[in-house]
């Protein structure tokens, strides 16, 4: 499979895009004015502490206070015995945490909707080939390393090499690396973590202490990985940045980050845009005829498969299984585009074998590990439904960028033309019986005007003017001056029925 890097530059927004085979997997963008939370390290004051949510509200110097978990609080076990760790595991966060007690914190969450950003105790300074934890004490190896022997021994190493009390987890990169590149690697990010420290005594909260790489920085460090991967920059200055930073990382990677010459732009270049128009679609179509329905909600993700026009060739059993398992590769792919985030329920169509459902979570379970975000398979549910969950860290795509209709109010629907006309009818009932008797002015939409025409009012003396400002659920209702009507107006008749 080939990997391919994009990234472009314009009016202060950076937009990367990642294609696997030509096909856009991925996209992420960083605007100068949108400053990102996650990964950024900050001086935080505690301002409410909840012991019925067990969790604090944090001042980061951000808009709105961040949210801080008790799961996400370190505390100093080195002197408890085992029975106390749980005594104190289970403690109130009174106990943790005071009002106005400042305390480092990272992003681990962006802010999104009415929530504010999600902050951790638990610092994690990622490098090229390791992460360091300064306040857990563990080893860990990337799962994709699957050799025994090479686990082994980056375990053994990363165990020797680190400070006693912190942790370091192996990444994916450091498979085969010899010893001296992760000395270095840890090496680089011991010295990043002093720097912090001091930042944080001699500072005043709230207070950024460590602002993460950017977007192009981390593409070079987390995804240059492999050799059938390539970097296209547009923009020469982050061209020149991205080489440098290449060098400093991983300087056998250099090469592969090219600087586009190209007339056209990038992006048009590979249809990147045009490919993300289908990104915010609900409906998504499989090359075979069938489909999938994408729902977002506030708890959940909701994925329906269809068969659509596939009918197949043999029987339906096989027929269903096929479309089920195209269905699987276009759910992960989608996941990753839309940076679905959370709890996402797949409904497939109903399949009668049971190892046609085992081969098809292995299916998916294929498709899903392409993914650099941390997933949960849980499988089959009782109602046959597929329930996995995928870790949120930025607002999904069709959050960061669309907004509620203004005429749905976001729920994907509006009221009939027939339904607006009878809430008028209502409205009209109750100025008819508080004395306002007319004449009345009712501007709505062509659909509701015309529906209020067929279904009569129940009034006397009332007008319909199509405003073509309005539409869905808008009407306004004033009296009438019948000696200067505005155009595309006309009376409406009284209903037999009011």
């Known amino acids: 499979m080939k990997k391919l890097i994009l990234a472009e530059a314009l009016c202060g927004q950076t937009r990367l895009a990642v294609l696997e085979d030509g096909l856009l997997a991925e996209i992420y963008s960083e605007s100068a004015e949108g400053e990102r939370c996650v990964g950024n390290i900050y001086a935080g004051r505690v301002e409410n502490v909840l012991p019925g949510m067990q969790a604090a509200f944090v001042n980061i110097g951000l808009e709105k206070n961040a949210y801080l978990s008790v799961a996400d609080i370190p505390v100093d076990k080195s002197d408890l015995g085992i029975d106390e760790k749980d005594v104190l595991r289970n403690a109130s966060i009174k106990t943790l945490l005071r009002?106005?007690?400042?305390?480092?914190?990272?992003?681990?969450?962006?802010?999104?909707?009415?929530?504010?950003?999600?902050?951790?105790?638990?610092?994690?300074?990622?490098?090229?080939?390791?992460?360091?934890?300064?306040?857990?004490?563990?080893?860990?190896?990337?799962?994709?390393?699957?050799?025994?022997?090479?686990?082994?021994?980056?375990?053994?190493?990363?165990?020797?090499?680190?400070?006693?009390?912190?942790?370091?987890?192996?990444?994916?990169?450091?498979?085969?690396?010899?010893?001296?590149?992760?000395r270095d690697d840890i090496a680089a990010m011991l010295r990043l973590w002093e720097t912090i420290q001091n930042r944080q005594r001699y500072g005043v909260a709230p207070a950024l202490l460590h602002r993460d790489l950017?977007?192009?920085?981390?593409?070079?460090?987390?995804?240059?990985?492999?050799?059938?991967?390539?970097?296209?920059?547009?923009?020469?200055?982050?061209?020149?940045?991205?080489?440098?930073?290449?060098?400093?990382?991983?300087?056998?990677?250099?090469?592969?980050?090219?600087?586009?010459?190209?007339?056209?732009?990038?992006?048009?270049?590979?249809?990147?845009?045009?490919?993300m128009e289908k990104a915010y679609e609900r409906r998504v179509w499989l090359k075979s005829g069938g489909y999938?329905?994408?729902?977002?909600?506030?708890?959940?993700?909701a994925i329906d498969v269809n068969t659509g026009k596939f009918v197949g060739k043999h029987s339906f059993e096989e027929t269903v299984f096929a479309i089920n398992c195209e269905a699987a590769a276009e759910i992960a792919l989608q996941l990753r585009l839309r940076d679905v985030g959370g709890i996402v329920v797949i409904d497939f169509i109903d399949m009668e074998l049971a190892e046609h459902r085992e081969e098809l979570l292995c299916c998916l379970q294929d498709a899903l590990a392409r993914d650099r975000a941390k997933i949960h398979l849980a499988g089959f549910t009782t109602l046959g439904l597929?329930?996995?969950?995928?870790?949120?860290?930025?607002?999904?795509?069709?959050?960061?960028?669309?907004?509620?209709?203004?005429?749905?109010?976001?729920?994907?629907?509006?009221?009939?033309?027939?339904?607006?006309?009878?809430?008028?009818?209502?409205?009209?009932?109750?100025?008819?019986?508080?004395?306002?008797?007319?004449?009345?002015?009712?501007?709505?939409?062509?659909?509701?005007?015309?529906?209020?025409?067929?279904?009569?009012?129940?009034?006397?003396?009332?007008?319909?003017?199509?405003?073509?400002?309005?539409?869905?659920?808008?009407?306004?209702?004033?009296?009438?001056?019948?000696?200067?009507?505005?155009?595309?107006?006309?009376?409406?008749?009284?209903?037999?029925?009011?």
């Open 386 to 498: 597929v329930e996995l969950t995928r870790k949120r860290i930025q607002q999904p795509l069709y959050l960061r960028d669309m907004q509620p209709c203004a005429a749905c109010r976001g729920a994907g629907l509006v009221l009939s033309p027939q339904a607006v006309a009878r809430k008028i009818q209502r409205d009209l009932r109750a100025r008819v019986q508080v004395g306002e008797d007319g004449p009345h002015l009712i501007d709505a939409s062509k659909e509701v005007s015309e529906a209020l025409y067929a279904m009569g009012v129940p009034a006397e003396r009332c007008y319909a003017h199509w405003d073509t400002n309005l539409s869905g659920a808008q009407y306004h209702i004033s009296p009438a001056q019948e000696s200067a009507l505005p155009p595309k107006t006309r009376p409406l008749p009284r209903s037999e029925n009011s």
């Open 99 to 182: 009002p106005g007690q400042e305390i480092l914190v990272q992003g681990i969450k962006e802010p999104g909707g009415t929530k504010g950003a999600r902050i951790s105790c638990h610092i994690t300074l990622p490098g090229r080939y390791c992460v360091l934890m300064p306040t857990v004490d563990c080893v860990g190896v990337s799962r994709k390393i699957t050799q025994a022997e090479e686990r082994a021994r980056l375990h053994d190493l990363a165990d020797a090499l680190r400070p006693q009390g912190m942790g370091i987890i192996v990444r994916t990169a450091a498979e085969h690396v010899e010893e001296a590149k992760l």
């Open 292 to 301: 999938l329905v994408i729902d977002h909600a506030e708890a959940l993700t």
């Open 214 to 275: 950017s977007l192009i920085y981390q593409a070079v460090r987390d995804m240059l990985a492999g050799e059938d991967v390539e970097m296209l920059i547009e923009n020469e200055a982050q061209y020149r940045a991205a080489r440098e930073v290449a060098s400093m990382f991983s300087p056998e990677c250099e090469s592969r980050v090219r600087f586009y010459e190209g007339n056209e732009p990038l992006f048009e270049q590979y249809g990147i845009d045009h490919q």
